[in-house]
């Protein structure tokens, strides 16, 4: 794990960083904001963040934001109040924890918050097979694709592959080539130098240099420009990537594991990718089937979910009656683990006494499991008379209400990317005003 401290803390630094050196960490150090948000822009990688309650941890959390560097923030302070406390976390920080420091509290929040999404809760044997394999082939330096439907782990199967890898000890870095501007995506993978464009008013290491000796996860790759992708596949055949602006190239020794929830062979013969950088991709492929495959998963899933947002919400643990788990179990799960969590998640907050029945479930768009061929054109012909358009617009505004306004699961269960999302919606917003109304979450 490495570790970036932000921030004097006080003077509690040294029994800090001992702490954490004690478990394996690397620890480095900033006295401000500006100077840790430069290095980590010129490469400086870290799985964690600690940050001083006296510094602007907003402020933090909106840079590391505009950076697209994804950290978790631990705010850390002298003061034990509880106000601090609640203070830091508003700011975006996922945990506080007080100093001088308690070695088995910081001990135990800094590994639960880099595991914490990282974590693989299951008890399906198909998701057990998975597993094997991912960690069967995880030593090796070849390319691995990871295929599946948008929610179902993917990325939590790179992480699972890069730990049990030759190069767990080194980087793992993730780029999100579908929630990245097409413009900006180049810049972000391979760097660029100062002055190779208006605005670079300094050096920028890009992914690839970053994640040096370890692991590049390139999610959703399938969402990637063609003529990106032509580029990505020089990279990968020379190992060696050329920075925007730059007048040598650099060597890069980086594993690279690739997703996407779409079925490649088809978008390399509808030429959206190029074949020749699918083979190079697909040495080895990891196919993760859909939540409603991997029944024995729902449980599980579900008690660690509840349990998660009970402690987030500071709400009174609850239970799911049996018919809350009839309910959950035989539902179709169109948008896999990140649907069963978002549902959860409002069950807990809409449960009475305790109780998580189907109305604090709510999901309404649930068939009778006697699905019968009268209900079925029932529901067709409330499609008669509506054109396509209609259908899809109503479609993603119901999605959105399903997901309390959040895009990207709505994205995941659509299957559609959040970019096609956030198209289509500033289209109905454009054609009516009122509409854009409904369209301020994210």
Known sequence: MRLLIIGALSGQIGAASQIAVSRGAKVSHANDIDTAIRGLCNGQGADLVMVDTTLDIAHLVSRLKNERISIPVVACGVDDDAKVAVAAIKAGAQEYVPLPPDEELISAVLEAVVQETNQIIHADPKMSNILKLAEKVAKSVASIFVIGESGTGKELIAHFIHKKSNRSNAPFVAVNCAAIPEALLESELFGYEKGAFTGAVSRRIGKFEEAHGGTLLLDEISEMDLRLQSKLLRAIQEKEI?????????????????????????????????????????????????????????????????????????????????????????????????????????????????????????????????????????????????????VERSLIFDTLDHCLGNRTHAANILGISIRTLRNKLKLYSENSPKIGLREDKN
Do not use: C
């Not at 969590?341 to 449960?351: F, M």
């Open 242 to 390: 050329d920075r925007i602006g730059g007048k040598k190239p650099i060597k890069v020794d980086t594993r690279i594991i690739a997703t996407s929830n779409r079925k490649m062979e088809d978008e390399v013969s509808q030429g959206n990718f190029r074949e020749d950088l699918y083979f190079r991709l697909n040495v080895v492929m990891v196919e993760i089937p859909p939540l409603k495959d991997r029944p024995g998963d729902i449980e599980p899933l579900s008690l660690y979910f509840m349990e998660k947002y009970s402690e987030d919400n500071n709400i009174k643990k609850s239970y799911i009656t049996k018919d809350g788990w009839a309910n959950l179990k035989s539902y179709v799960w169109p948008g896999n683990v990140r649907e069963l969590e978002n549902t959860i998640h409002r069950g807990v907050l809409l449960a009475t006494d305790g109780e998580i029945n189907p109305d604090a479930l709510q999901l309404k768009s649930i068939l009778p499991t006697n699905n019968s061929q009268e209900h079925l054109k029932t529901e067709a012909m409330g499609l008669v008379g509506k054109t396509v358009a209609d």
